[in-house]
């Protein structure tokens, strides 16, 4: 597509309640990226892909976070057991891959754990 | 580690110039980007620095100094629609960090 899509763009939960976010990203690109951005503060970084391994895990913030990439395209974020401290929005970015490329975000996905 | 810093807030008069300066120290480095941000939107890709330098786009100039980890976002002309969060991202080998975003606020 034109752009970085993600869905569901807004999820309201239960806590304890699974959730998955999906990031379809710009045709082509083969680094994938994931942030989080709770309210007012600024975008903390998740997991990158490159392809469909993840060779850059170390913003997960605990093992209820997961997310995978599959086709070289199409991402999924879960988290499991949904705590309040959850709520964000969760970006997803995309990019041609090489260092001095462009990272392009999608509209993201805003969710509330109550 | 990436320790990216800007201030967190300015107000500028619509028609004037405001400056954003952003620093840095960081484990790697290829490349400055600016991204703005308004209220629930998704940031929008500004400028990249990678070189020493001034870029400048339109309305809009970045000025990059790596020996000093510095940079800055000028925004000239100034209008109610760039009333937004302006943040500043260090690109490593492979991702960006980002500063926590400074939020620029633009009155009649």
């Known amino acids: 597509g034109a752009g970085v899509s993600q869905s569901p763009s807004n999820k309201v939960t239960e806590k304890g309640k699974d959730v998955e976010l999906r990031c379809d990203p710009i045709?082509?690109?083969?680094?994938l990226y994931w942030y989080r951005q709770r309210l007012g503060q600024g975008l903390e970084f998740l997991i990158y892909?490159?392809?469909?391994?993840?060779?850059?895990k170390s913003g997960l913030p605990s093992d209820r976070f997961s997310a995978e990439r599959t086709g070289e395209s199409v991402s999924t974020l879960t988290i499991q057991r949904t705590q309040q401290e959850d709520s964000a929005v969760y970006l997803c970015?995309?990019?041609?891959?090489?260092?001095?490329?462009?990272?392009?975000f999608g509209e993201g996905s805003w969710l509330t754990v109550v | 580690g990436q320790n990216i810093d800007q201030p967190t807030e300015m107000t500028a008069t619509e028609g004037a110039i405001v400056q954003i300066n952003c620093t840095y120290q960081?484990?790697?480095?290829?490349?400055l980007f600016w991204y703005q941000q308004h209220a629930g939107e998704a940031p929008t890709f500004l400028s990249y620095?990678?070189?020493?330098g001034l870029e400048e786009k339109g309305r809009f100039s970045s000025f990059l100094s790596r020996s000093k980890g510095y940079s800055y976002l000028l925004l000239k002309e100034l209008q109610m629609k760039d009333s937004a969060s302006y943040l500043c991202?260090?690109?490593?080998?492979?991702?960006?960090?980002f500063g926590a975003g400074t939020t620029v606020t633009v009155r009649a």
């Open positions: 970015a995309s990019s041609p891959g090489g260092s001095g490329n462009t990272i392009y």
């Open positions: 045709s082509g690109h083969t680094a």
């Open positions: 892909f490159q392809g469909n391994s993840a060779p850059d």
């Open positions: 960081t484990s790697g480095f290829n490349g």
């Open positions: 620095n990678v070189l020493d």
């Open positions: 991202a260090v690109r490593d080998d492979y991702k960006l960090s």
